[in-house]
């Protein structure tokens, strides 16, 4: 009788674990999905702006589109170093629409450079790095 209790305790247990998956499944799909509907599309990732004159700053525009059905907002931009200033686009970004994401990188040394540009959005959990290089002569 004793083992039939503890079986039954068992089972109930068991199937309890079981009923608990369900919600947690139904949460991780409403993520993917949430995160799904605000995806964007960049232009271009990586940018080659070929030979610069030394001292004289040059801005590199990167530029992407709202492909979601939700708004974007870009929630920072970080150049790589002290030589890449940012500026971005500040208001949300609706679906269909476009923005910018601008570097200026300050061309102070010769020979060849390659920096990045880290941006953080609403739309992806994963910060997208963009890349610009060059040669300053």
Do not use: H
Not at 19 to 24: L, M
Not at 44 to 56: K, L, R, W, Y
Not at 104 to 120: D, H, L, R
Request: glycine letters at 8%; charged letters at 15%.
């Amino acid at each position: 009788m004793k083992i039939i209790r503890i079986s039954m305790l068992i089972l109930a247990l068991g199937l309890m674990s079981f009923s608990a998956i369900a919600p947690v499944k139904s949460l991780i799909s409403k993520s993917v999905e949430a995160a799904a509907e605000g995806t964007i599309v960049w232009k271009a990732e990586t940018i080659d702006v070929g030979q610069i004159p030394q001292g004289t700053p040059k801005a590199i525009v990167y530029e992407f589109k709202n492909t979601g059905k939700t708004a974007v907002v870009i929630t920072n931009v970080q150049g790589s170093c002290g030589c890449t200033a940012t500026d971005y686009t500040k208001e949300p970004v609706l679906p269909g629409k476009s923005a910018k994401v601008t570097a200026t990188y300050n061309a102070a040394n010769k020979g060849g450079f390659t920096k990045t540009v880290t941006v953080t959005t609403s739309a992806e959990t994963t910060p997208k790095i963009l890349t610009l290089k060059g040669t300053v002569i």
